[in-house]
């Protein structure tokens, strides 16, 4: 595989330089891995802290900034942060207020932000934690107890990073977080395998032809794998597996926020093509749609597919949807 790199044992380390050189605005640490704004402490906020392993950039580096995360910990790929890492970012963030983690369902993401949680307050630092889990394909796969936190982690981190910055509380900055997951659902597609630097090739082999259904961010396997599709059809098993599980979640005909988000090397006349499926399956479902995000914002390095995540969203979340932010990755209303 040709791969845009020097070697993959600076791979994550020559990104965050050209993040740094490209944002100056951030403050990154090359050699922890951690991605700070420089304002972090301005205003007493709460600060808000994510991460996990590099390989899904955006995510989560790139949503540092205004109106979203304080900071962010970039492991190496597909591969957790370590707990020193978010002891540093929670640090460089407190501003007397608290910080919040937000976590992706994942072992060693669970592990070490736990373990990063009990030292910062044996510090003095209140740490309140937000669990994502808002993949509906399966339960209990590979490096996961549970669901998996993919597509709704944009949202959580949107949506809270919003309320810390009008200066709510950290158990609201908190509540909120884990009413926008709870009401978030996902579900994957992928159409060919992603290829890791340190592999230099496929992770999973996925024959011409076939589709995996339900797949994770990493390539775990997902519920099935089918002779590829239309767009049509895929986007109807997506979005019934999603609509199915999301009616547990009142109210039925309430509006949704909406992401169809790329998986890496899907383009965005394809993405764009597939988000026309998704309104008009949710058009014929009677779901109104209130704002639509597509693009690739939860990435699994160079696989070609796609996910849909819907949150049932009220007044108070779309108010913090369409509040200012200003990242790298994300921005608008400033």
């Not at 955006?58 to 942060?81: D, N």
């Not at 936190?149 to 959580?156: D, I, K, M, W, Y």
Request: hydrophobic letters at 45%.
């Amino acid at each position: 595989m040709k791969m845009l790199i020097n070697s993959p044992q600076t791979v994550v380390a020559d990104a965050l330089r050209g993040l740094a050189a490209a944002h100056p605005e951030l403050d990154v640490d090359v050699e922890r891995g951690v991605v700070v704004r420089r304002d972090a402490r301005e205003g007493g906020r709460v600060g808000l802290v994510s991460g996990g392993g590099s390989g899904h950039e955006p995510l989560h580096a790139g949503f540092v900034g205004y109106g979203m995360l304080s900071a962010a910990c970039a492991g190496e790929v597909f591969t957790s942060p370590v707990p020193d890492q978010m002891m540093r970012a929670a640090s460089a963030v407190h501003a007397g207020q608290g910080v919040l983690f937000v976590v992706k369902n994942y072992t060693g993401d669970v592990l070490n932000f736990q373990m990063a949680a009990e030292l910062a307050e044996e510090d003095g630092v209140r740490v309140e934690q937000v669990l994502v889990n808002d993949d509906v394909a399966v339960t209990d796969s590979l490096y996961t107890a549970g669901r998996r936190g993919t597509g709704a982690t944009l949202f959580v981190e949107k949506i809270a990073g919003a309320a810390a910055e009008e200066g709510a509380p950290l158990e609201q900055v908190a509540a909120i977080a884990r009413r926008v997951n709870e009401f978030s659902r996902s579900f994957g597609v992928a159409l060919s395998a992603c290829s890791t630097p340190a592999k230099g090739g496929p992770t999973f082999d996925l024959p011409d032809g076939e589709m995996e259904l339900g797949v994770g961010i990493h390539g775990e396997p997902g519920r099935e794998r089918r002779a590829m599709m239309p767009a049509r059809e895929i986007a109807e098993v997506a979005v019934g597996a999603v609509l199915e599980d999301l009616g547990e979640v009142p109210p039925a005909d309430g509006p949704v926020l909406a992401l169809v988000n790329g998986m890496g090397a899907t383009p965005l006349l394809e993405l764009y093509g597939f988000h026309a499926e998704v309104v008009r399956l949710l058009e014929a479902r009677g779901v109104p749609l209130a704002r639509a995000l597509v693009g690739n914002y939860v990435t699994s390095l160079d696989m070609a597919g796609c996910s849909v995540t819907l949150c049932r969203a009220d007044e108070e979340m779309l108010r913090l949807w369409d509040a200012p932010v200003q990242t790298a990755a994300l921005r608008w209303g400033r």
